[in-house]
């Protein structure tokens, strides 16, 4: 079993920049890929970000238009989200998972996940 802790959320004014942080613990992640989720009161779950564990490939959704870099440390079991020039719209909670398939843009498709971490962006 995966256990993922997620750190690094808080209150930001537009404009400015969060790094958030996913610990996981328990099995390996080699054959695994990690991804960021984000949701908002009255909204959908949405995709943010992914990146694959045994190669690094990254992928992310057409909103963060090169704001937000994911990256890993695959000898710390260890996944990041910096997030740079944030919007009001960005406010969410954000949630790390892990998955085994390639179906990275799909919520359904990951078996793990964090208890989120709330970013809230003000104008």
């Known amino acids: 079993q995966v256990q993922l802790v997620e750190s690094g959320g808080g209150l930001v004014q537009a404009g400015g920049s969060l790094r958030l942080s996913c610990a996981a613990s328990g099995r390996t992640f080699s054959s695994y890929a990690m991804g960021w989720f984000r949701q908002a009161p009255g909204k959908e779950r949405e995709f943010v970000a992914a990146i694959t564990w045994s190669t690094g490939t990254t992928y992310y959704a057409d909103f963060v238009k090169s704001r937000f870099t994911i990256s890993r440390d695959y000898t710390k079991n260890t996944v990041y989200m910096q997030m740079n020039s944030l919007k009001p719209e960005d406010t969410a909670v954000y949630y790390c998972?892990?998955?085994?398939?390639?179906?990275?843009?799909?919520?359904?498709?990951?078996?793990?996940w964090g208890q989120g971490t709330q970013v809230t962006v003000s104008s």
């Open positions: 998972a892990v998955t085994s398939t390639s179906w990275l843009d799909r919520a359904d498709q990951y078996g793990y």
